[in-house]
């Protein structure tokens, strides 16, 4: 298998012979190139893979070099308008594998376990969906007097055939079906292979892509990087130095300078007295950092200079070439500072102390064993100890109405893997196909739907929704691991789709059958506040801790499942006047930093 690799030269990388491209610049703790040829080689097996770079601009010798260096198996250069020419070389069975730079999963793709090419023998697409930059398509439904009725709000998991052209990230293709098709990046490809008549498929990779023609796309995959990388140790000859901060070979750290990590330094950094580098932050080779300057959030490109005093803040550094002014041409401003090649330990002690990482992994793992070890104790226990309920509702279900005892609806779990969470049968069996006529007197705003008086509830049904007991089957989505006891309430695909950052939050843990929604939202239950959902949600997945689920059961059950309001103050500790409590306390809290 042959692998190619586009590349490309963003404006804000800079432009002439001597500006960097995507490949060069850094990925946590190696070049991006090296960080695609890592993953490729979990494909490729022990040998050594064959490389092909086709760069989407005018090649220089310093180019090539600057490539061959980071490639430890070499590569071989193509233009785009020869491309075709030398993949004719190839054997009829080979296989290419293309690559597109500019749109990659931040935590890059386990490619072993997503391509198989004896498992389709023609072309097949990779889409990289719900990144940064994922796409919305809204429809509004309004009734006749103008007012607004519904809102429906699609995003890549919906629309991903529209969208496939500009978020390919590989495509996996036989050889001999490229030969002679003019194509200069994967959505030509694309559509030539389509015009041949050559079979192809697309296969969606929800994954969460960056999209690397934009800076805040390279931020973003280098933070990712950053954090990934010194979660995991040594890399690429980088050595912790520090709590967060991973250091190559002779970096040179002033005694008064501040790193707090996530931070990973290249080789040969040198961080001059004075100077902070806030993480999550990345430092290309040979970068020099000078007095008193602050580097927070950025991303520094190889041997980019800043000058004393300067400040970055969320910025991608690429040097003088482009213009910036955070960049002056190389100086020996270092030269008469005393710096120090190998880290005192009181400066290492020093580091650790102001070099936090976010919440250890670790305890959090901790809470999530002990969170599934009580689901199953009490899940079990109470399914033994009420099977006599469970059997006397059945009977009493098939007698009220005609239908099932069990209403089985598919819902998104943890990661949006769906399932089918069970609940006593409340309404009549037409009922789903009635939702879309009632949907104009809907009694509640956001995705949810809900009527006072629901003409398709049974009689029995308004007696099991008005206790909670229909909600007891979900004990035995718990028991198999689908659901937890408390959690985010479980939804259906077309109600998450209302807000994209609300859907990656609540569906980062386990659905519950109770949570801190339905514990502390308004006493009057009829307004049904979009926002509170979201606000209450975020907030459990912000604060969770088993000591928060244990609150949320004892609460549910000294409230009868939610009857009235607890505050949430009770459940997560709050300084007076805090944003949370506030927020809390808002009637019209504006979910706008999460839904926005």
Not at 23 to 52: K, N, V
Not at 296 to 304: C, E, F, N, R, T
Not at 467 to 473: G, H, K, R, S, V
Request: charged share 20%; hydrophobic share 40%.
């Amino acid at each position: 298998m042959v692998t190619v690799i586009f590349d490309h030269r963003p404006s804000y990388l800079g432009h002439g012979e001597d500006a960097l491209s995507l490949l060069a610049m850094p990925a946590g703790a190696r070049s991006y190139l090296a960080f695609l040829l890592d993953q490729i080689a979990t494909l490729e097996g022990p040998d050594d893979p064959e490389i092909l770079v086709v760069p989407s601009f005018e090649m220089s010798d310093a180019y090539r070099r600057r490539i061959e260096s980071l490639a430890p198996c070499g590569a071989t250069f193509a233009r785009p308008d020869r491309m075709s020419e030398m993949l004719a070389r190839c054997e009829p069975a080979d296989y290419l594998l293309l690559v597109n730079p500019l749109r990659w999963p931040r935590q890059g793709i386990e490619l072993s376990r997503s391509l198989d090419r004896r498992e389709y023998l023609a072309a097949t697409h990779f889409i990289a969906l719900g990144g940064v930059a994922s796409r919305i398509r809204e429809r509004v439904t309004r009734d006749d007097n103008g007012d607004v009725i519904s809102v429906q709000r699609h995003y890549d998991e919906v629309i991903w055939p529209e969208v496939a052209t500009s978020c390919i990230c590989l495509s996996l293709v036989p050889a001999w079906s490229v030969v002679g098709a003019p194509f200069m990046d994967l959505a030509e490809l694309r559509a030539a292979l389509a015009s041949r008549g050559v079979l192809s498929r697309d296969v969606p990779l929800p994954v969460g892509d960056v999209d690397l023609s934009h800076a805040d796309g390279m931020l973003a995959l280098n933070e990712a990087m950053a954090v990934h990388d010194i979660r995991h140790g040594e890399l690429s000859g980088l050595q912790p130095i520090g709590s967060g901060i991973l250091a190559g070979r002779q970096c040179r750290i002033a005694p008064t300078a501040r790193i707090v990590g996530p931070v990973v330094l290249h080789d040969d950094v040198w961080i001059a007295d004075g100077a902070t580098v806030v993480g999550p932050a990345v430092v290309g080779r040979g970068c020099r950092i000078g007095t008193g300057t602050v580097v927070a959030q950025s991303l520094l490109a190889p041997g980019v200079t800043v000058a004393d005093g300067a400040a970055l803040h969320h910025r991608v550094a690429t040097g003088p070439q482009n213009g910036s002014t955070f960049a002056n041409d190389c100086t020996d401003y270092l030269d008469s500072v005393p710096m120090r090649a190998v880290v005192s330990d009181a400066h290492l002690r020093q580091m650790r102390e102001v070099s936090p990482i976010n919440p250890p992994r670790q305890a959090r793992r901790r809470h999530l064993v002990l969170k599934r070890t009580l689901d199953i104790i009490v899940s079990a226990l109470a399914l033994l100890v009420l099977s006599p309920v469970f059997a006397l509702v059945a009977v009493w279900i098939k007698l009220d109405s005609t239908g099932p005892v069990f209403f089985s609806h598919r819902r998104e779990g943890k990661d949006g893997k769906e399932f089918a969470c069970l609940k006593f049968r409340t309404m009549h069996a037409d009922a789903h196909r009635q939702q879309r006529r009632l949907y104009r007197i809907n009694e509640v705003d956001g995705p949810q739907f809900k009527l006072t008086h629901d003409p398709r509830v049974t009689r029995l049904g308004r007696w099991l929704r008005g206790t909670n007991i229909d909600e007891l089957p979900q004990l035995i989505c718990v028991l198999i691991g689908h659901m937890s006891l408390v959690g985010p309430r479980p939804s259906p695909f077309r109600e998450n789709q209302v807000c994209l950052p609300w859907r990656r939050a609540r569906l980062s843990i386990q659905p519950g059958i109770t949570g801190l929604w339905q514990m502390c939202r308004a006493d009057d239950r009829s307004e049904g506040d979009f926002h509170e959902w979201i606000f209450y949600d975020i907030a459990y997945v912000r604060y969770f801790s088993i000591w928060l689920d244990l609150k949320i059961l004892v609460a549910t059950v000294l409230t009868g499942g939610g009857r009235r309001s607890v505050s949430i103050s009770w459940f997560i500790p709050t300084e007076s006047n805090s944003p949370l409590e506030a927020a809390a306390d808002n009637e019209s809290c504006d979910p706008a930093p999460v839904g926005r």
